[in-house]
């Protein structure tokens, strides 16, 4: 069945951090609120809510939540539902969003998400974190996320014969990357914080699982995201600037333990980024930036390989030569990305869409991207177990 | 079709033996156990005991644990690849894991199982069987 044209209406986030004051049901209502607030539509345009939250049994003591959300925000008795997916979690629910109006079941629905990982605390956060590995067979051994990233660069360093030592300094540049954008960010954890990291900076923090030391991952964070969606056709009549869905995809894997080295090359990545690719009728080459799933430093040059912008282990020199900076060919992360930015998890895929469809309209105005028309998003739930990616654009797709 | 719980993979493993399936159609090993063959999802498995020795692939050293974990910290969790094939996760008795750095990376170990008490959110609510890993030769 042909699928018709989808667009983007309006976007919105909150500020990314600690948010003790704010319930999940607060940070997606004020999220909502602001893409609402652009898109130029009554309350009663929107058929359906798509919510994406990973914990929120754990931080909160909340389960069933989509159903709240609605009803609290002035969407009572639309259907709702939520979506687990790990930090994957609303870019699922954007998926779903996405085929349900593409496929002509809905015309405008809203999708988001909501987390606070940081009110919840170092242990509850990172214990609520491990729920995304392998519950038995992973978690007996303690194996928290960070700690699967550490098992990842180490054999990235054994794979492609770096060094761990020199690796870690290239990784280390991701780090000071985000941060940098991140810093510049009004909408970041890191707003005015860490904008000028050295290398020895990010080797010397602490160590949290060796090899990687606190600046080479991603904060706690509390936050929400949201974004309307509509047909291209609806929404061409109700705004000037819609920002359309080109191509999206998605795939998955078992456990680490039975991808085994195929860890390092992210296949379900691969696979859900040519999914997108050729449903975009787009290559690689036609993407002028990307916000990728940097949850450590590691994680970023894994990602930039694996979706075919540059080879099997020559990620890390990419960030080294300059290419994924933002004056480079394919600046990666220019909102900071999850290390400068922040990860509320269940709230970060709405986020990076969050962060295209400004930089696309050109609304991005402290780390621009120049005469950026097409732009990706990657997020990865769990230890590489759920993979999606999404191209946007801001004309129809060809 | 065989199957074996994991309670039962747990209680061998504490015997110091590693149990799995060995799939009757294409050959391969499939360690931990799960309904199918991990290589060619064939559902027409015996049960196997594997040989117990396997090489690091890869490990880390924790020093912030999630709760439930802080009193082990510090802890290596390294993954094996068995002499049959599959991977498996656990613990890698050593100290100075940091120090060696990937030196370790390819060494022989054998493997045993060690009881821990379990946690609010593990799925076995008695106890808490990690594989571990003892290193053949000494650093």
């Known amino acids: ?398 | 079709m065989e199957q074996v719980t994991f309670k039962e993979f747990y209680d061998f493993l504490l015997e110091g033996k590693l149990l799995g399936l060995k799939c009757l159609d294409c050959g391969a090993y499939t360690c931990p156990p799960k309904a199918v063959c991990d290589n060619c999802g064939s559902r027409n498995l015996e049960r196997a005991e594997l040989s117990g020795r396997g090489r690091i692939a890869t490990f880390t050293t924790t020093y912030i644990a999630p709760a439930g974990y802080d009193k082990e910290v510090p802890y290596t969790v390294a993954m094996v690849e068995l002499e049959e094939g599959p991977w498996i996760v656990g613990r890698l008795e050593i100290e100075n894991a940091d120090e060696i750095g990937q030196d370790l990376i390819g060494e022989e170990v054998e493997i045993g199982g060690k009881e821990y008490p379990t946690e609010m959110f593990y799925p076995d609510k008695k106890r808490r069987v990690v594989p571990v890993f003892r290193l053949l030769r000494t650093f």
């Not at chain 1, 809510?49 to 754990?58: A, H, K, P, S």
């Not at chain 1, 010397?204 to 291209?232: E, Q, R």
């Open chain 1, 1 to 398: 069945m042909d699928k018709r044209d989808v667009a983007v209406l309006g976007v919105g986030q909150t500020r990314f951090g600690y948010h003790p004051d704010k319930t999940l049901v607060d940070l997606f209502a004020e999220a909502f609120y602001e893409a609402f607030s652009e898109s130029n539509i009554e309350l009663k345009d929107i058929e359906a809510l798509y919510y994406g939250n990973f914990v929120g049994e754990m931080t909160d003591g909340s389960a069933n939540l989509s159903g709240f959300i609605a009803d609290e925000i002035g969407l009572k008795g639309i259907p709702a539902r939520r979506y687990e997916a790990a930090c994957a979690s609303s870019s699922v629910a954007f998926r779903e969003a996405y085929l349900a109006v593409a496929h002509g079941i809905y015309d405008c629905v809203v999708v988001g998400g909501s987390e606070r990982l940081y009110n919840a605390g170092t242990a509850i956060g990172t214990r609520a974190l491990a729920t995304a590995v392998d519950g038995l067979h992973e978690m007996t051994a303690g194996l928290t996320f960070p700690g699967v990233f550490a098992l990842a660069a180490r054999l990235y360093s054994k794979k492609y014969e770096v060094p761990m030592d020199k690796l870690h300094e290239k990784m280390a540049l991701v780090s000071i990357k985000n941060h940098k954008y991140g810093a510049i960010n009004p909408k970041a954890q890191f707003y005015n914080k860490f904008g000028d990291l050295k290398v020895e900076d990010v080797l010397n923090s602490k160590v949290i699982c060796s090899p990687l030391t606190l600046f080479d991952c991603c904060p706690m964070t509390d936050g929400g995201s949201a974004v309307i969606l509509a047909s291209a056709d609806f929404a061409e009549d109700v705004v000037d600037n819609p920002v359309y869905v080109l191509g999206t995809g998605q795939s998955g894997a078992g456990g680490l333990f039975r991808q085994r080295e195929d860890m390092v090359r992210a296949i379900p990545r691969k696979k859900a980024a040519e999914m997108a690719f050729k449903e975009a009728n787009l290559t690689p080459k036609d993407i002028d930036f990307v916000e990728i799933h940097d949850c450590f430093t590691i994680a970023e040059i894994i990602a930039t390989e694996a979706m075919g912008f540059f080879e099997y282990g020559k990620g890390a020199d990419a960030v080294a030569e300059g290419v994924t900076w933002i004056d480079g060919e394919l600046p990666v992360n220019p909102d900071g990305g999850l290390i400068g930015k922040g990860h509320p998890v269940g709230a970060t895929g709405t986020s990076q869409i969050y962060s295209v469809v400004k930089q696309l309209r050109g609304e991005f105005s402290y780390n621009p991207v120049k005469n950026a028309e097409i732009g990706m998003t990657d997020t990865l739930g769990g230890d590489f177990g759920t993979l999606v990616n999404v191209i946007l654009g801001i004309h129809r797709r060809r």
